[in-house]
């Protein structure tokens, strides 16, 4: 079976602050697909990144950072210099790398966060 | 930018009343899934296709629900009877394999009284 464990459920921070959103997963797959989302409180789910398995290489996009490392099976998510639109509900996700009923994604239970002015 | 559409975006219905739920996945996608966001639950998988065959619905209650896809620009999610605990917002996803990710649908929030 598939976890996917998101141990901090609220996050309060200023803005200009760094943050950090852990996620900690858990897959028998070898091969195997993990995922971040960005709920607003408007609702809409919008994907922010996806890593595979072989591809441990951390990824920068602007003020976005992730860090994969396999050996403990984290994918933990970086804002820098916070602002105000970050504040949302941030989804780690996992999808198994066979077929059938691993093509689905597994999302963890969500962490809200709040940037205050 | 390519959309997931789903309507309707809002639905309010008496109990036992039947719910259709209908998404237009983006063309070219062959993988649509259906998810139930709730306070409690979190985002539950409730079905989903690949080239339009159901893969997975375990999720999903059977004597209630039902998911289909008539063709490959349309996925519906039907409940029938519907109940106060299916008040949640459902969204459907859709995509072409997990290495280009999911795109998802702006949901729609159900109110079962």
């Known amino acids: 079976a598939q976890k996917v464990t998101q141990a901090q459920t609220e996050i309060s921070v200023v803005e200009k602050e760094d943050v950090t959103l852990d996620c900690v997963y858990e897959t028998r797959d070898t091969t195997y697909y993990l995922f971040w989302y960005k709920q607003p409180p408007s609702g809409e789910l919008v994907f922010l990144i996806r890593?595979?398995?072989?591809?441990?290489q951390n990824e920068i996009s602007g003020r976005y950072s992730w860090n994969f490392q396999k050996s403990t099976s984290s994918f933990n998510f970086t804002i820098t210099a916070s602002q105000v639109v970050d504040s949302a509900v941030y989804f780690c996700a996992l999808s198994g790398g066979g077929g059938g009923s691993n093509y689905k994604l597994t999302f963890g239970k969500g962490t809200l966060l709040t940037v205050n002015p | 930018d390519a959309r997931v559409t789903q309507t309707p975006r809002h639905k309010v219905t008496e109990m036992g009343q039947e719910v259709t739920m209908r998404c237009q996945p983006i063309l070219g996608h062959n993988t649509v899934f259906w998810y139930r966001q709730t306070m409690m639950q979190g985002l539950e998988l409730l079905a989903y296709?690949?080239?339009?065959?159901?893969?997975?619905d375990s999720g999903m209650p059977k004597d209630r629900f039902s998911a289909e896809m008539p063709d490959a620009t349309l996925a519906t999610l039907k409940i029938q009877p519907s109940e106060p605990r299916d008040s949640a917002v459902y969204f459907c996803a859709s995509g072409r394999d997990r290495r280009t990710g999911y795109t998802f649908g702006s949901g729609t929030r159900l109110t079962v009284v």
């Open positions: 296709f690949r080239n339009r065959a159901p893969l997975d």
């Open positions: 890593r595979n398995s072989f591809d441990e």
